[in-house]
């Protein structure tokens, strides 16, 4: 069974839009906004108004070293940005 769910993103745009009842998640790169929607419902049961993915591709990285110059990426990853129904929330930071 794999993980939809990798992690919440708690940056500080994050938080401006969690006012306005929208959480984003790092998610699997293969999961469908169906996937996410049903995982996001089981895990926090909250009811979903709408969800918007974003893709994002890894970004090359070079490193120079004795033996020569070495060459890799970065993994590309998936963002989800949830919209909840109006009172409906979910407890990021449970203090």
Same mark, same amino acid.
């Given at each position: 069974?794999?993980?939809i769910i990798k992690r919440p993103i708690l940056t500080e745009k994050m938080t401006m839009l969690g006012e306005r009842n929208q959480y984003a998640f790092e998610v699997d790169?293969?999961?469908n906004k169906i996937e996410i929607a049903q995982e996001i419902t089981r895990r926090f049961?909250?009811?979903i108004e709408s969800i918007r993915t974003i893709r994002y591709k890894g970004k090359r990285k070079s490193q120079f070293t004795r033996r020569?110059? #070495?060459e890799g990426s970065r993994a590309s990853w998936k963002k989800a940005i949830v919209t909840l129904k109006e009172g409906q929330m979910i407890e #990021? #930071?449970?203090a």
């Open positions: 069974m794999k993980t790169i293969n999961a049961s909250v009811d020569g110059r #070495l #990021l #930071l449970e």
